[in-house]
Structure formats: structure tokens, C-alpha cells
């Protein structure tokens, strides 16, 4: 079993940043992918990120160049750095996890293992 705890949710004005961590335990393999996705009210859960145990990325299109997820493998931990954040971005941000250690881009859906309760990102105008 494995155990995610997202952190660093929160209020902030649009074209602000917020960093979100995700930090894993309990019976994590030895290598594995991790991601992020998101579900803002009344819409279904989407994905925006996800990192390699290599560290090679991929991201939803929307979230280019102003999202960057990265990962620290000794702390078992996984960031999203989000910036220049829309009204839009308002969702519940979920932290994903995958016991295989390569995330092949359209597979993101595919065989996530365990998800984080979520954590509430609030951008107001």
C-alpha cells in the first residue's frame, strides 16, 4: 500500500504561481512515475502532468510552459510549480501514482495505482 499526501493548495490572484508537493510512503517499488491531474466543480477529473523515475515529463497541452512538474526521488516526493495561473486552473489537484516507472504519453490513464485525497487550488480574478 502507498500512502500520498498532497500539500501546498491554496488562494491565489490570477497571473500568481503556487507550488504543490506530493509526498509518498508506505510500500513504494523501487522505481515508479508519478503525475498530477485535476477536477475543477461540476467538470470530470483531467490530467495535467506527469514525471518519469528518469525525470522525462509530459504534459497536457493547456499546462505547457506555465506548469513544470519535477520529483525527488530520495524523499519520494513530487512537485507541480504552477505559474502565470488562470481563473481556469481552479480545481482540486490530485496526486498520482504509477508502480511502473515510465509514463508513455496517452497512457497517463492507464494504471494509476493510488491517488492522493487532493488538495484545493483557488485562483480569483
Known amino acids: 500500500q502507498v500512502q500520498l499526501v498532497e500539500s501546498g493548495g491554496g488562494s491565489v490572484q490570477a497571473g500568481g504561481s503556487l507550488r504543490l508537493s506530493c509526498a509518498a510512503s508506505?510500500?513504494?517499488?523501487?522505481?515508479?512515475?508519478m503525475g498530477w491531474f485535476r477536477q475543477a466543480p461540476g467538470k470530470e477529473r483531467e490530467f495535467v502532468a506527469a514525471?518519469?523515475?528518469?525525470?522525462?515529463?509530459y504534459y497536457a497541452g493547456s499546462m505547457k510552459g506555465r506548469f513544470t512538474i519535477s520529483r525527488d526521488n530520495a524523499k519520494n516526493t513530487v512537485s507541480l510549480q504552477m505559474n502565470s495561473l488562470k481563473r481556469e486552473d481552479t480545481a482540486v489537484y490530485f496526486c498520482?501514482?504509477?508502480?511502473?516507472?515510465?509514463?508513455?504519453?496517452?497512457?497517463?490513464?492507464?494504471?494509476?495505482?493510488?491517488w492522493g485525497k487532493g488538495t484545493l487550488v483557488t485562483v480569483s480574478s
Open positions: 508506505g510500500r513504494t517499488p523501487s522505481r515508479y512515475g
Open positions: 498520482a501514482f504509477y508502480t511502473r516507472e515510465t509514463v508513455v504519453p496517452g497512457t497517463q490513464w492507464y494504471g494509476v495505482d493510488y
Open positions: 514525471i518519469n523515475w528518469s525525470g522525462g515529463t
